[in-house]
């Protein structure tokens, strides 16, 4: 079966605005999130790949970009499936606020109970991006052959969700994951069990030097900022 390469949005302007963006309209990339979007096509430069999908969110679509112009011959299709989760009223709310939500307790250390009030449960979400997935490596394998990869530009806790799937995690396990933004993930299906080749690759080891203020105990939900 194909290989899939999970590229997650360069940085956005609510990434740097502590914003959990959602589904909100409107959110680009902002300076740096577009020079990781434009070194995308040098770092994925020895990969034929066969097709490219996308999340149809504006930050996915500019992160794509520069990729689709190094590469006329391919079109991108836009599949709402890896679309970011839904997070109903917490779209577009300070991530810092959200911390004195009862629920956001439930999302770090149970998310599989976790249903955002107005939106989706992240279980939902997890089923959806993992359903879309398995129809795209049926899709890829029959039009490109087995040996195929292909790439989906998607979400950080959609990612995170797919990994956890992957490697047979509980859903509950799967903030134990990080990705950040413009990394690279890397799933090769195989018919019996798939194996995680590369995990949040950015080729940048800035974000493991020490901060001013220490990363905290809990997980950035929507995936964070990344490096400073």
């Known amino acids: 079966m194909p290989t899939l390469i999970l590229v997650r949005h360069g940085r956005s302007t609510a990434n740097t605005e502590g914003l959990l963006a959602g589904w909100t309209p409107g959110v680009a990339l902002d300076e740096r999130g577009a020079a990781q979007a434009a070194a995308l096509p040098g770092r994925l430069a020895e990969l034929p790949l ?29 599949d709402e499936r890896i679309g970011e989760c839904h997070y109903g009223d917490w ?7 959200l911390m004195d939500e009862p629920l956001m307790e439930v999302v770090q250390a149970h998310p599989s109970a976790a249903a955002f009030p107005g939106g989706e449960s992240m279980r939902a979400m997890q089923t ?25 530009c998607s979400h950080g806790d959609i990612i995170k969700s797919l990994v956890a799937d992957a490697l047979g995690l509980h859903l509950d396990l799967f903030q134990r994951i990080s990705v950040e933004p413009c990394s690279i993930t890397a799933i090769r299906y195989t018919r019996l069990r798939p194996f995680l080749v590369r995990l949040g690759d950015t ?14 105990g809990d997980a950035e939900v929507g995936g964070g900022a990344g490096a400073p």
């Open 91 to 97: 779209s577009g709310r300070k991530l810092a606020e």
């Open 50 to 78: 066969a097709e490219i999908v996308t999340s149809p969110l504006q930050r996915c679509q500019e992160t794509l970009r520069p990729l689709l112009e190094a590469r006329p011959d391919l079109s991108p299709h836009t």
């Open 203 to 216: 080729g940048d080891f800035t974000s493991l030097a020490p901060r001013e203020a220490p990363a905290g």
């Open 128 to 152: 959806r991006a993992a359903e879309a997935v398995r129809e795209w490596n049926a899709r890829v394998e029959r039009d490109h052959g087995a040996d195929a990869v292909y790439l989906m």
